[in-house]
């Protein structure tokens, strides 16, 4: 099987992580299962909005396997190195009811990790063939998707929020993305936040400017960011949440 994934861009705080937990709980909800959601922030807060807790990190096992002498040490008996790391790996991959989450953790120390991305890659290659949608919270850089540790993004979703210069920002991410020859199938743009779910004419200008394609616009919402401020995971809000409903109506324009 080969799943579809689904990827989530944008700048800091317009609404990515709230929205890949949101798209999540639809796709569960519609039982479009199984699902990998991927948190590839360094910053990683996904797992808050899915509500899950989280232990141990693809980072964290990463940096293990970094010094390959400490390691040594650490093998139980009768296992060969790649061996135990898979058995680590299994441990980074959290098992949910409605959907497993994988958090890559933080990026990039110093040193040379060509060996362990490969491991890494390999490894995701392995996981991604169990599931329908893989689903990717990103960073700004969409470092993790350029460096190929993460597989081919089929449905690149670029998040703005309501403002002139949220759309000009898209845009460059949009531009990003062409350069470092992604490819994504899709690239469409979601507006987050916007006052009464509405567009003000000179944003859909700047849209259009930017050469960018709306999906759809979701409105800014009190209940979530109040779910977020009380650290009550905000996928949970309940069915008739009006981000919640303009998000599966925009979802349902691309069959999701
Ligand atoms: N439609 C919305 N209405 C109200 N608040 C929202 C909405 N979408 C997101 N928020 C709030 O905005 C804040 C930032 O959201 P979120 O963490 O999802 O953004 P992000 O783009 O993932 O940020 P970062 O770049 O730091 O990863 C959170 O407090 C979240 O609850
Ligand atoms: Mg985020």
């Not at 689904?6 to 990515?16: C, L, M, R």
């Not at 909005?49 to 040490?73: H, N, P």
């Not at 991959?93 to 890559?104: P, T, W, Y």
């Not at 990003?176 to 469409?188: D, F, G, I, S, Y």
């Amino acid at each position: 099987m080969k799943p579809t994934v689904i990827a989530v861009a944008g700048k800091g705080g317009t609404g990515k992580t709230t929205i890949c937990g949101l798209i999540i709980q639809h796709l569960a909800e519609s039982g479009k299962g199984p699902i990998l959601a991927v948190d590839a922030d360094p910053n990683s807060n996904l797992n808050e909005v899915l509500g899950v807790e989280v232990e141990m990190t693809l980072g964290d096992i990463r940096e293990k396997l970094k010094f390959q002498d400490s390691i040594a040490d650490e093998l139980p008996p009768n296992m060969t190195k790649q061996e135990y790391t898979e058995f680590m790996f299994g441990d980074a991959l959290i098992e949910g009811d409605d959907f497993d989450l994988l958090v890559m953790g933080r990026t990039q120390g110093p040193g040379c990790y060509c060996y362990i991305n490969g491991v890494l890659k390999a490894q995701i290659d392995k996981y991604q063939s169990g599931y329908r949608y893989l689903v990717v919270d990103n960073e700004a850089g969409l470092e993790h998707i350029s460096r190929g540790i993460l597989p081919h993004v089929d449905i690149l979703l670029l998040v703005s929020d309501a403002s002139r210069r949220g759309v000009q920002a898209a845009g460059r991410a949009a531009e990003m993305v062409r350069e470092q020859n992604m490819n994504p199938k899709m690239m469409k743009l979601i507006v987050n936040r916007a006052p009464g779910g509405k567009l003000d004419e000179g944003v859909m200008e700047e849209i259009k400017k930017q050469g960018l394609d709306l999906l759809g616009v979701l409105p800014n919402d009190e209940a979530i960011y109040r779910y977020d401020a009380e650290g009550r995971p905000s996928s949970t809000v309940p069915k008739d949440n009006p981000v919640r409903q303009a998000l599966r109506e925009t979802l349902a324009k691309i069959d999701l």
